[in-house]
Each structure stands twice: as C-alpha cells, then as structure tokens.
C-alpha cells in the first residue's frame, strides 16, 4: 500500500461516488498525465475536466485542481487530518484516509463499507444516510481503532465489508465475527444498515442542437452553479418549439442522482453562417475532443459520428 499523500488523496477523491473497476482506470490515467500534484496544480481547468470525463460530479474535478493549487501554495502535502480538510471538496472520510494511510496518523475512515460491518455488527439502526448516523460511526469507530495501527485498521475494515460483509448476499457462513454478530443472531442482516429514505429524482427535458458550420461548431462553457458547471455544450434550446434540422435522436434518457434528462439530439448544418447567443463560440470540429464535455454532450457527438458513417 503507498503511502503518498498525493496518490491516496487523489484515488480517494476519484472514488467518490464510483466504483472501484471504474475509479482504478481514472486513477492510472492521472497518475500517468499528471504524476505529482505540482503538474496537476499547472494543468488547466479544462484538461483536468476532459480527463475525468465520464466520471460525472464535475464539482469533484473542480475541487481536485483547486486543492492541487493550494497544496502547492502551501509548499507540500498537509500532514494532519485538520490541515488536510481545508483542502477543497475534502471531507472528514478523505481527510482521515489521507491522515491515516499517509501519516498514521489515529483517525477512523468511515467510507460505506465500514457503515455496513459496524451497523451489522452492533446492531445500530440509525439510518446511515444522516447527520447522527455520522457522528455515532464515526465515533465508534474512532473508540475501536487502535492508535498505533490506524492504516491497518482503516485498510482492514474497508477491505472486510468490500469482500465479506458485501452488501447483498455477505458471506455470513464464513464470517470470523459470526457468532458475536448482532445482525447474523437476530436476522437482521439483510435489513442493516439502514437508510432513510430517498428524495424522487427531477425530471428535466433538454433539446441540444449541433450547428455545424464550416467545419466549425456552435459551442458555449456551461456557468459556474447548476449541473456541469465549467463544461462545454452545443446548443441548448431553452423553448419547447422543435428546431430546424434532422433529428439524429429523441427522448435519450440520461440518469444523474436528483435528476433524470430526457434529451432530444438535432443536427443543423446552415447554408449561411448564423448569429449565435453572446456566450457560445466557434469552434473548430476537430479540436472538440480538447474540451470537457458532460457524457450526455458525448452521446450527441457519438449520434453525429454514427450519423456521419
């Protein structure tokens, strides 16, 4: 297990909201383009976007390349659990799996996998998804961690829910912690842990249109605030009047965490040049692949492709 700060800070914040086959490929690619974090503070916001393009949470790449810019501000890698979380988009579980990975420092990481061993162990009902939740995990945790092997023991319990207590179907038969295992005794294993319950997704309806002309396309930087903030997006029609142009696709369903799009994809390609909105811009077809693009922007660029054979 490494113990650069950099390439544990950086895996932990890829892994957020991903799963691990996912977030490794991701991870390598960085490590490759940008192998320490005085390269990534120098990068550009739009080639750390395109890199993690796919990967959705654009607000983690954003934060990625801040603190990278504020780490070296600082002159190295915070060191302490409380440094590490004033470090943008950092919680207390990255702040304490880079303290504790990194420097030894004690300090429990609580990801999802350890929620699940100790709610299943201890029997605690608290649903995992609230603010009390945290702080009575966290706090067991933090009593159960031995202060001399923190690592060891972060490593451990991560590694115990990834591959034993599994969230469906845990390997109970073959559990060391069987017989003291309050979930396994009282049959609750299935019901644990507990979460309350979900806010029903939005349902959003965009109409992109892709305005080629000349070998150029029609292309704006999406605000700061909102989904995809910082990305780049061809036309985004803000009316429900059916644009001019051939339809390449409709109704493509795009499934975010609050919200799902339903997106109509059109292809217009003018035989004169057409005055754009102030805040979209030409640019060259070839140099798209150069911007961050949302992977439902991809998809339309993926229509015109196929379009295009």
């Not at 100790?118 to 029997?123: D, M, P, Q, V």
């Amino acid at each position: 297990m490494t113990r650069d700060p950099y390439a544990i800070w950086l895996s932990e914040i890829i892994l957020q909201q991903t799963r691990i086959a996912q977030g490794t490929a991701y991870w390598e690619r960085f490590m490759e383009r940008f192998p320490t974090v005085e390269q990534l503070a120098a990068a550009t916001e739009d080639e750390v976007l395109r890199l993690w393009q796919g990967l959705g949470y654009y607000s983690r790449a954003r934060n990625l390349h801040r603190a990278a810019q504020k780490i070296v501000e600082m002159g190295g890698f915070p060191r302490t659990f409380d440094t590490i979380k004033q470090l943008p988009g950092v919680g207390d579980y990255t702040a304490a799996a880079v303290a504790s990975f990194a420097f030894n420092e004690p300090r429990a990481a609580v990801d999802g996998n350890v929620y699940r061993v100790l709610a299943r162990y201890f029997g605690i009902e608290t649903p995992i998804n609230t603010t009390a939740a945290k702080r009575e995990f966290t706090a067991l945790a933090q009593e159960l961690l031995p202060p001399d092997r923190a690592a060891d023991f972060n490593q451990a319990m991560m590694d115990f829910g990834a591959t034993q207590c599994t969230p469906s179907s845990p390997r109970c038969e073959t559990c060391p912690l069987l017989e003291s295992c309050t979930a396994f005794r009282e049959q609750k294993t299935e019901k644990l842990p507990m979460k309350s319950r979900k806010i029903e997704p939005q349902t959003m309806h965009f109409t992109y249109v892709y305005v080629r002309y000349q070998g150029a396309v029609a292309m704006r930087q999406r605000p700061a605030g909102g989904i995809w903030a910082h990305l780049w997006e061809p036309l985004l029609l803000t009316d429900t009047a059916t644009p001019d142009g051939l339809l390449l696709a409709s109704a493509v369903r795009h499934v975010l965490t609050h919200r799902i799009i339903l997106a109509d994809f059109y292809l217009q390609e003018p035989a004169t040049r057409p005055e754009l909105p102030p805040e979209y811009q030409w640019i060259d077809e070839e140099e798209l692949p150069r911007y961050g693009v949302s992977r439902l922007v991809e998809r339309l660029f993926e229509a015109v492709e196929r379009m295009k054979n």
